[in-house]
């Protein structure tokens, strides 16, 4: 298993190309419809089902704890400071919370500084 940063490394990219699909900047014009259909819900919610699913530590699932660390370093990778956005974000994807979507990627968009 790749190490945690080497995961986080991944996802932000991944994050990040989606944002560059969806066109989004710091000043996009969000709404829920938008967000829905966008790339980068898409990528959260890939980014969430990935963490529930995929990653193990030995025949065990990631613990809370160890999915903060993985969200906590999409956050730095990103060059955001406040990483519970990313954490809140990913969460709203897995519940299909789309106006919290909106609500969270634009603070991902306005906070990331890379």
């Not at 190490?3 to 996009?28: C, G, H, N, P, V």
């Amino acid at each position: 298993m790749p190490t945690f940063t080497e995961i986080s490394a991944d996802y932000a990219q991944k994050l990040q190309a989606a944002i560059r699909k969806d066109s989004f900047t710091k000043s996009a014009s969000l709404s829920e419809t938008v967000v829905r259909y966008s790339a980068t819900a898409r990528a959260l919610k890939d980014i969430s089902t990935a963490l529930d699913n995929d990653w193990k530590v030995g025949d065990e699932p990631l613990t809370q704890e160890q999915k903060d660390r993985i969200t906590t370093g999409i956050a730095e990778e990103l060059g955001i400071q406040e990483t519970v956005i990313i954490q809140r974000a990913v969460k709203a994807s897995s519940n299909d919370s789309y106006l919290q979507l909106v609500s969270d990627i634009g603070q991902i968009l306005r906070s990331k500084t890379k």
